[in-house]
């Protein structure tokens, strides 16, 4: 780049140009040239990852140390056009080089919770504790990870509630995301149901299910009676599914339920309260 500069310094001065003017003019064309390279590369390697190497068909895992990488390239990236900029004011970076160990140490006594966040995200990251897409809960908030970070992860729950949280604060958590889910289906009948002729109803209900639901990887169960409440016998129903899709499968099941009781004449309780006179 240098030639560049010598070559548009020359010519502002064979246009008539003082040394001063030409070389300031010269500096600003070189120092926008360096944002835009910098603006360019930033772009290319966000293209590189995302498109060529197609890191968004690749899963979960890819997509987010595609984002890391790419949002690490971009602080490098910038750095380096920062210290040429400064180079081309003709401040000498040397000093700021020299002094980054001691500034670094200095921040480090101050910033050990900074630290900390980036240690446990670069751990979080490495082992797989969690991925982009993935639905986790921490500290009672469950929600899709929107974006995992070294120091901060963002979550968004159903109702498009977004908690940023501190990677270091993260000390237990629940990841729905990896393995199968349980939809587990409570549902309550009458003291009158005849619990011997019931079991072969709740077969012909589970033939008529399975296989309805493409989330729905095994055949559902019917598990029995759960529980004797005061107003009625509690039964359940599970069904393995894509993982964290059994809300959904609850939400179906249980509508298919009220349906199957209804058109064959089974009472589904409500609460009741029985008075005895004397």
């Not at 979960?60 to 984002?67: D, E, F, S, V």
């Not at 963002?154 to 109702?159: A, F, G, M, S, Y």
């Not at 393995?179 to 077969?203: C, H, Q, R, W």
Request: hydrophobic share 50%; with cysteine; charged share 20%.
């Amino acid at each position: 780049m240098n030639s560049i500069r010598d070559i548009l310094f020359n010519e502002f001065q064979d246009h008539g140009f003082s040394l001063e003017i030409s070389n300031l003019i010269t500096s600003l064309i070189m120092i926008a040239a360096w944002i835009l390279i910098g603006i360019i590369f930033t772009i290319v390697i966000k293209y590189v990852l995302f498109k060529l190497f197609k890191i968004k068909s690749r899963g979960a895992r890819a997509l987010t140390i595609g984002k890391l990488f790419s949002s690490m390239a971009k602080y490098v990236i910038w750095f380096i056009i920062s210290m040429i900029i400064l180079v081309e004011l003709q401040i000498d970076v040397t000093p700021f080089i020299a002094s980054a160990g001691m500034i670094g140490l200095i921040i480090g006594f101050g910033a050990q919770e900074v630290v900390k966040d980036f240690i446990s995200g670069f751990f979080i990251i490495f082992e797989e504790s969690f991925n982009v897409g993935d639905m986790i809960q921490v500290d009672g908030f469950k929600g899709v990870v929107l974006e995992l970070g070294l120091r901060t992860t963002r979550i968004k729950n159903w109702k498009d509630e977004v908690k940023i949280i501190r990677n270091g604060d993260i000390d237990s958590l629940i990841n729905f995301s990896k393995e199968d889910s349980i939809a587990v289906i409570d549902f309550g009948v009458s003291y009158n149901t005849d619990l011997v002729k019931f079991p072969k109803l709740m077969d012909k209900f589970i033939k008529s299910i399975d296989g309805k639901y493409d989330d729905i990887i095994e055949k559902p169960q019917f598990l029995g009676v759960v529980e004797l409440d005061n107003s009625s016998i509690n039964m359940r129903v599970i069904a393995r599914t894509v993982a964290v899709k059994h809300f959904q499968i609850e939400r179906d099941i249980r509508a298919d339920l009220v349906i199957f009781c209804s058109s064959n004449n089974i009472e589904i309780p409500f609460p009741q309260l029985v008075i005895h006179n004397e």
